[in-house]
């Protein structure tokens, strides 16, 4: 994985919803295997919530994104969701638990309800054609 070239500091927050159904450990397993350098905590009696600085811990996204062509989701998705120097994307929660870190443009396509992360960066444009470059 090559490095973003980003020269200001890289925020990320991870968050999901824990259903009752849900073993919080479970979604907090979810989180660190896609989101590296994460340590996420269950709050508030129903999320799971982590923070992360840098690059590597997308390194995951970087490399899945890439073998599985999803790179225009991606793309899109941090394009249409950001707000000054702030985006953000889905994951598939049930994904994440195998491992497998995968893009989804809509909270429904997550039976479970989705992985949010959301990216704080200056230098926002850079680190998304970084994470997604234009095909």
């Known amino acids: 994985m090559r490095k973003p070239g980003v020269s200001s500091p890289i925020e990320i927050k991870v968050e999901a919803a824990v259903n009752p159904s849900e073993d919080p450990q479970k979604v907090i397993n979810a989180i660190e295997t896609v989101i590296e350098r994460c340590s996420p905590e269950f709050r508030y009696g129903s999320r799971a919530i982590g923070r992360a600085m840098g690059s590597e811990p997308l390194s995951i996204i970087y490399e899945q994104v890439r073998s599985r062509s999803a790179m225009g989701v991606l793309r899109r998705m941090?394009?249409?969701?950001?707000a000054g120097t702030s985006t953000w994307f889905?994951?598939?929660?049930?994904?994440?638990?195998?491992?497998?870190?995968?893009?989804?443009?809509?909270?429904?396509?997550?039976?479970?309800?989705?992985?949010?992360?959301?990216?704080?960066c200056e230098d926002l444009d850079t680190l998304t054609d970084w994470l997604a470059p234009e095909s």
């Not at 941090?78 to 950001?82: I, Y």
Request: hydrophobic residues 45%; aromatic residues 0%; glycine residues 6%.
């Open 90 to 120: 889905l994951l598939n929660k049930q994904a994440a638990t195998a491992g497998i870190a995968v893009v989804i443009e809509d909270e429904q396509e997550s039976p479970l309800g989705p992985i949010r992360v959301t990216i704080n």
């Open 78 to 82: 941090l394009l249409d969701n950001r």
